[in-house]
């Protein structure tokens, strides 16, 4: 990248600046788009012609899946849906039992074991996924495979919900790979100034955030697009953005001292009470499951740092006599 963005920072910049550096460094080229679909579609032929016939569909989830990804770096979350007779109650529990620890094994296997040219390599594998890593010429990506059954498939999503307040938290939470096209279909229509601010507000946490990552627990890509979201929502929806003050908006949600939360009620009207975890901090529902809230594995130590980095943020240049009029002056204490 030519231009750094801590360089972005030291010196004041105006709404338009900002939005050059963005549209130049931080979205996906032609390229990388069309690499990222190769190494998807070829990833989907070997799954289905390889490894098991009952492969039913794969989605596209992640950045690239919801369109949010940044130049020359991408999460890749495939789910890969598997035939499953049976209805919702009974495919919960397959995902959350041996069912889909076999399957995992069994696509790692075949993945480890495969005889073409080595594009894909297994690099680790959790109880909810195997991950690979893809390189083809100078291109390189990461891609999280995430085995699962479409309960969506089997009913409306407020039966779904239904069966998930049935199930045990612990349950629960292998259901989460079942509604990613859900969390996609909801990113993905967003306004294409919601996705610049998105990229922007990624590209600092990838840049202020550095040297925590493996220490403390920090905000996901998917909490950041939420939070985008809600931002524009709040502000009117407007077709166009000064995205210096979209980012303080996003960070002033991180570090509101009391709490908040920020929740979309489309698919789960009837659950929007469900409990969450007790805090006195930010709590964002996922749009696509009612029970997650995406702040809950958020320590003391996070919270800290969250307040840190921005505190130190803030006192860049970029943001000096940068006034937040209204409509942003909701975001101010």
């Known amino acids: 990248m030519a231009q750094g963005f801590q360089s972005v920072f030291s010196k004041a910049q105006s709404a338009s600046e900002v939005n050059v550096f963005i549209s130049t460094y931080l979205q996906p080229n032609d390229y990388f788009s069309r690499a990222c679909g190769v190494a998807i579609d070829e990833l989907v032929r070997y799954l289905q ?24 770096t991408s999460d890749i979350d495939c789910v890969v849906f598997i035939n499953y007779d049976g209805d919702i109650r009974s495919s919960i529990q397959a995902m ?53 059954i479409d309960i969506l498939g089997k009913g409306t999503p407020q039966q779904v919900y239904d069966a998930m307040e049935a199930a045990s938290e612990s349950m629960r939470g292998y259901c989460s790979a079942s509604l990613v096209q859900l969390q996609v279909e909801f990113v993905k229509c967003q306004h294409p100034v919601v996705k610049d601010l998105i990229r922007f507000v990624k590209h600092w946490k990838n840049e202020y955030f550095r040297g925590f990552a493996h220490n403390v627990t920090l905000p996901s890509s998917y909490l950041l697009e939420l939070l985008c979201i809600k931002v524009w929502e709040m502000t009117g929806r407007p077709w166009s953005m000064d995205k210096r003050k979209g ?61 840190y980095v921005v505190k130190q943020t803030l006192k860049a240049p970029m943001f000096h006599g940068l006034r937040m009029d209204p409509p942003w002056d909701i975001f101010t204490d």
């Open 49 to 72: 012609t390889k490894v098991s016939k009952n492969v039913r569909s794969v989605i596209k989830g992640g950045s690239l899946g919801k369109g949010t990804g940044l130049r020359d």
């Open 96 to 148: 959350s039992g041996p069912w889909l620890q076999k399957i995992i094994q069994k696509i790692r296997h075949s993945l480890e074991n495969r005889t073409s040219p080595d594009e894909f390599k297994v690099v680790d594998e959790t109880r909810h996924a195997v991950k690979l890593r893809y390189k083809r010429g100078s291109f390189t990506c990461d891609v999280d495979l995430l085995p699962a």
């Open 247 to 307: 980012l303080k908006a996003v960070m002033w949600l991180l570090t509101k001292p009391s709490h908040l939360l920020v929740q979309w009620q489309m698919h789960y009207y009837d659950h929007s009470n469900c409990p969450l975890p007790n805090t006195n901090r930010l709590s964002v529902r996922d749009p696509a499951n009612p029970f997650n809230d995406l702040c809950s594995g958020f320590s003391s130590t996070s919270w800290d740092t969250i307040d």
